[in-house]
């Protein structure tokens, strides 16, 4: 599915035993109900690319932006994520036992402190990752821009020590609306945004940004949905 403006509900796949595959690309989530994109259930794969998600905030009992779940597999792709949760469980990304995301060209913005990049309490979650963009880098007013790992959180660098991210980008990415994304449009890169150029190339996977223009536009391929 994809062009679509859906607010006040998750989009999800999977669910028990039954193996699902799902493509979502080009849609603008925002007001979702705890999750932006969930995958679960044995066998479910999903791929998700150029989706603008901001995750609202519910205090003690929070979502995420895209979460795989029960050993399903999701690939995550230039998608843009706003977290304003206000829990430190409250992630862009989250990956249950078993389960997988692998994320490239991806930003995360922590909009509020104790909102987390990624999330995980399992050892045997697979996140591969690199060229995704993160901000900020464990907000010194709070606890916001961290990543929770197996109940211990741990910055960037700590991040990449374990393997993960090793090209990643940490800066502001100066999206048009700032943290106030109420249409697609706010989230276009800002003209001095790290993010511009700093992608990989997935043309394997697709070939067009959010509004359908071609990639790259310069040199390199941008990092975000827009």
């Known amino acids: 599915?994809?062009?679509?403006?859906?607010s006040g509900a998750a989009v999800g796949a999977g669910a028990g035993a039954n193996a699902t595959r799902y493509v979502a690309h080009a849609n603008f989530v925002t007001g979702a109900r705890k999750y932006g994109f969930i995958i679960k259930a044995l066998g479910s794969t999903g791929l998700v690319y150029n989706n603008i998600i901001v995750v609202p905030s519910f205090g003690m009992s929070p979502g995420a932006g895209l979460s795989a779940r029960e050993n399903a597999?999701?690939?995550?792709y230039n998608n843009t994520v706003i977290n304003l949760n206000t829990d430190d469980d409250g992630p862009s990304f989250h990956v249950a036992s078993g389960a997988g995301i692998t994320a490239r060209n991806n930003i995360s913005i922590c909009a509020s402190n104790e909102s987390l990049h990624w999330q995980t309490s399992s050892t045997s979650a697979q996140m591969p990752s690199d060229h995704n963009l993160y901000w900020p880098d464990d907000d010194p007013l709070g606890l916001g821009g961290r990543f929770g790992l197996q109940g211990s959180t741990t910055t960037v660098t700590g991040w990449q020590a374990l393997g993960h991210d090793p090209n990643a980008v940490v800066g502001h990415p100066l999206l048009l609306g700032g943290t106030m994304i109420s249409r697609p449009d706010d989230a276009r890169l800002g003209v001095t945004s790290p993010a511009i150029g700093?992608?990989?190339?997935?043309?394997?996977?697709?070939?067009?940004?959010f509004a359908g223009v071609t990639r790259p536009v310069g040199l390199a391929w941008d990092i975000g949905a827009l």
Request: charged content about 25%; aromatic content about 10%; cysteine-free.
């Open 198 to 209: 700093s992608g990989e190339d997935l043309s394997a996977h697709f070939v067009v940004d």
């Open 1 to 6: 599915f994809n062009k679509a403006g859906i």
């Open 73 to 76: 597999l999701m690939e995550a």
